[in-house]
């Protein structure tokens, strides 16, 4: 018999199987990888599915008192108040640029990053940049946001020469609005960059190095070979990291703007997110921020839903 022949007659007796039956077999022959998977099965049911079922109180006047079944029914009423505020264009606003503008160069500055070390030819060199663009990312969050404050701060290196370049009074860089966003910005790829350029330079680990013999041979340049295999290499990656990202786009980094904006900036530094820690946690306005927060998860999930469709249309892959 063949072995199309065999796999057939398999199916055919495996589907006559009762479905109890099946499942419990294959739970038996693959029972040390579904161990392995049990502690994250674990972590993800009550850390993440479990706590969904709070998100009721989006739709209640909830009362720690009367409890998720015992406080008032009020449907869509909190998600129509925030829609109609005078802070929902402000907040909606502030968190599009500062996703866009962190897309733009906080997403392309790790890709770039890699590039360039990739054609480091002196692997001293090439360990030194790496470790120097790693090293940021551990530390901790408290400590560069101090450490923006004080370069930023009148006085500050950064102010100084930033003073320098355009002639202004070295206040504070932190309390002009107009900065924040930059700042911001600036911060997210310093601290990031090295970290996030691993993907890519583990992704071209994996383009066969006979396509740049041949490219070579053919007298193209370093840059040519960039442009035509690698980045053609990497598109596949891209596209995932791309996607990813799309699905957390309106979450911005609001631990490092609540430690880094000031009343006075809420003009440009105010975000949703933001905005959801100070009505739930300093304002106990616990309803109202849980339905703000699942305003903002909604985005975030047509957001990824979109650019997967997108990214299957155009490219032929994605996540799903």
């Given at each position: 018999?063949?072995?199309?022949?065999?796999?057939?007659?398999?199916?055919?007796?495996?589907?006559?199987?009762?479905?109890?039956?099946?499942?419990?077999?294959?739970?038996?022959?693959?029972?040390?990888?579904?161990?392995?998977?049990?502690?994250?099965?674990?972590?993800?049911?009550?850390?993440?599915?479990?706590?969904?079922?709070?998100?009721?109180?989006?739709?209640?006047?909830?009362?720690p008192m009367k409890g998720f079944w015992g406080s008032e029914?009020?449907?869509?009423?909190?998600?129509?108040?925030?829609?109609?505020?005078?802070?929902?264009?402000?907040?909606?606003?502030?968190?599009?640029?500062?996703?866009?503008?962190?897309?733009?160069?906080?997403?392309?500055?790790?890709?770039?990053?890699?590039?360039?070390?990739?054609?480091?030819?002196?692997?001293?060199?090439?360990?030194?940049?790496?470790?120097?663009?790693?090293?940021?990312?551990?530390?901790?969050?408290?400590?560069?946001?101090?450490?923006?404050?004080?370069?930023?701060?009148?006085?500050?290196?950064?102010?100084?020469?930033?003073?320098?370049?355009?002639?202004?009074?070295?206040?504070?860089?932190?309390?002009?609005?107009?900065?924040?966003?930059?700042?911001?910005?600036?911060?997210?790829?310093?601290?990031?960059?090295?970290?996030?350029?691993?993907?890519?330079?583990?992704?071209?680990?994996?383009?066969?190095?006979?396509?740049?013999?041949?490219?070579?041979?053919?007298?193209?340049?370093?840059?040519?070979?960039?442009?035509?295999?690698?980045?053609?290499?990497?598109?596949?990656?891209?596209?995932?990291?791309?996607?990813?990202?799309?699905?957390?786009?309106?979450?911005?980094?609001?631990?490092?703007?609540?430690?880094?904006?000031?009343?006075?900036?809420?003009?440009?530094?105010?975000?949703?997110?933001?905005?959801?820690?100070?009505?739930?946690?300093?304002?106990?306005?616990?309803?109202?921020?849980?339905?703000?927060?699942?305003?903002?998860?909604?985005?975030?999930?047509?957001?990824?839903?979109?650019?997967?469709y997108v990214i299957r249309r155009r490219a032929g892959g994605?996540?799903?």
């Amino acid at each position: 018999m063949s072995t199309k022949a065999t796999a057939r007659a398999l199916r055919r007796q495996s589907v006559r199987k009762p479905l109890r039956r099946r499942i419990a077999e294959d739970f038996k022959r693959n029972r040390l990888l579904y161990a392995m998977a049990l502690p994250v099965i674990v972590y993800y049911v009550v850390y993440h599915y479990a706590p969904m079922y709070g998100a009721l109180i989006a739709f209640q006047n909830y009362s720690p008192m009367k409890g998720f079944w015992g406080s008032e029914w009020v449907g869509l009423e909190h998600f129509r108040s925030f829609i109609g505020s005078h802070y929902f264009w402000r907040l909606l606003r502030n968190t599009v640029l500062l996703s866009l503008y962190s897309l733009m160069f906080d997403f392309t500055a790790p890709l770039l990053l890699a590039l360039l070390i990739q054609e480091v030819r002196s692997r001293y060199w090439k360990t030194a940049v790496q470790t120097i663009s790693y090293m940021p990312y551990f530390i901790s969050l408290i400590v560069v946001c101090g450490l923006v404050k004080e370069l930023t701060k009148s006085g500050g290196l950064v102010n100084i020469v930033y003073t320098l370049l355009t002639g202004s009074g070295g206040q504070d860089m932190l309390q002009d609005p107009g900065l924040f966003r930059g700042i911001y910005v600036a911060s997210e790829i310093w601290q990031r960059v090295g970290w996030e350029s691993i993907i890519y330079m583990a992704a071209m680990l994996a383009i066969d190095p006979g396509q740049y013999e041949a490219a070579r041979i053919d007298g193209a340049s370093r840059l040519r070979q960039m442009w035509h295999i690698t980045l053609p290499g990497l598109a596949p990656t891209i596209a995932v990291l791309f996607i990813l990202r799309m699905g957390y786009m309106m979450e911005v980094g609001y631990e490092k703007i609540i430690l880094l904006y000031q009343p006075v900036t809420y003009e440009t530094a105010d975000v949703i997110s933001t905005y959801v820690y100070r009505k739930g946690l300093l304002g106990t306005d616990w309803s109202f921020s849980s339905a703000i927060g699942l305003f903002n998860s909604l985005i975030n999930l047509l957001l990824l839903v979109l650019a997967n469709y997108v990214i299957r249309r155009r490219a032929g892959g994605g996540l799903w």
